[in-house]
Every structure is written in C-alpha cells, then in structure tokens.
C-alpha cells in the first residue's frame, strides 16, 4: 500500500522557470516530510524537510508548502537550472517509526536550456 | 565530516549464494537504515538499527538481516540469493533521537544472475 504518492512520474521545464513536484499522502500520522533529489548510480541527496506542523520552509531556491487538510505537499524550485535535472522523491516519517522514510516514486524533473 | 559509505559499489552473485553488504554511517550518528531500489518497487525499507538494535524492521523475508557494531557500522545480509534481489541497496545514517533527515550513501548495485 503506497501511502506517499507521485502521480507525475516526469516533469520537464525551462531554464529560468519554477519547477513544481507534488506529492499526496494517505497516513495522517506523518510527523515530518522530506525532499530529496537522485542523480542515476547515485544515493538520495537530502534537500529540505517540513515539520507537520508548518506549512511552508524555505530554504535557497527550495520551498516545501504542506497542506494538511489535502494531504498534500508541494516542492517548489525558482529559479530553475539544468543541473537540478533528476529524479525527486518525497519522504514522510512518522514519530512512532523514526528511522524508517516511505517513499514515493519519484519524479524526472528535466531543465532545459 | 565523511559522508555514509558503503562498500561493495558492485557486486554479481550467483542465484542460491549468500552476500554481504558494508555501511559506515556518518560520525556522530547512531542510526542506520538499509533500503532497497528496484524499478518495480521503488525504495522500500527493509530495516532500521539504532545502538545496535534492530528498532523497526519491514516486509522482506527472513532471507534479509542486518547487524549494527559498536562503532555504529552496519551490515546487511541476504542468503540464498534469488534473481529479483537484483536492486541498488542503500544505506542511510540519521543521529537517531532528535533529528529526522537521514542522509544516504551512495549504494550497492547487486546483481544475481
């Protein structure tokens, strides 16, 4: 049972643009959200993470909005760059089970020039 | 500060061996989760060792088991190798109590053929 879902497996977007992956979950008992971004041959890189109890974070060109009541969140990327091409995946923790990430499947974000 | 290593990058193995896998957490951290990749599945989780103990554990069969040293080094194993445990294994450290972003290794590439 997925309970962190990517519905977009690809996303392609100009140079310049901002770039939105969203994720849906089904667990209301999440605590915590992560983004990260995987180049191939290559372990997740950690981007930016949100509390449960936040609705946005910020970090750089990175922003995280969380919308509890949807069950939904959102990574946004302003400006986008071709090295930022790469396969993202959203992550949800819940407190009870701290070490263990549920993963989505990912997104291929694709910039081009 | 050294980043999670794991040790073998590659590896083929014969269907019916046995093989293990090596990962070193960044220093400082206590926990150490194992996941596995496949195109299929995605990354699922398969266990979570925290002080030496298995803390959470998920739904591979008992053909996978880990161990966590003293130092906070991990290893996985898998006996009796079957084709579909073909997959990029990944290791991620985390300091265990009080922060939630776990940060991967670069992986094993195991191959059974």
């Known amino acids: 049972d997925q309970q962190v879902k990517q519905n977009s497996p690809s996303l392609s977007v100009q140079e310049g643009r901002i770039s939105i992956l969203n994720c849906d979950y089904t667990?209301?008992?999440?605590?915590?959200f992560l983004w990260y971004k995987k180049y191939p041959a290559e372990g997740p890189t950690f981007l930016i993470s949100i509390s449960s109890i936040k609705d946005k974070n910020e970090d750089g060109r990175f922003t995280v909005f969380l919308n509890k009541s949807a069950k939904h969140l959102s990574l946004h990327i302003v400006p986008s760059q071709p090295g930022d091409s790469a396969v993202y995946f959203c992550?949800?923790?819940?407190?009870?089970?701290?070490?263990?990430?549920?993963f989505g499947r990912g997104t291929q974000l694709t910039v081009w020039p | 500060k050294a980043g999670v290593t794991q040790t073998p990058r590659y590896l083929i193995k014969t269907r019916g061996q046995q093989v293990t896998l090596s990962c070193s957490p960044i220093s400082g951290h206590r926990s150490v989760s194992w996941y596995q990749q496949t195109p299929g599945q995605g990354l699922q989780f398969l266990f979570e060792?925290?002080?030496?103990?298995?803390?959470n554990k998920g739904n591979f069969p008992g053909r996978f088991s880990g161990r966590q040293f003293s130092n906070s080094r991990s290893e996985m194993n898998v006996s009796t190798l079957e084709l579909g445990d073909s997959a990029l294994y990944l290791c991620?450290?985390?300091?265990?109590?009080?922060?939630?972003?776990?940060?991967f290794g670069p992986g094993t590439r195991l191959t059974v053929t």
């Open positions: 667990n209301s008992m999440f605590d915590y």
């Open positions: 060792y925290f002080s030496e103990t298995q803390r």
């Open positions: 991620a450290s985390f300091q265990g109590t009080h922060s939630y972003e776990q940060y």
């Open positions: 992550a949800a923790i819940r407190g009870s089970t701290l070490g263990r990430l549920y």
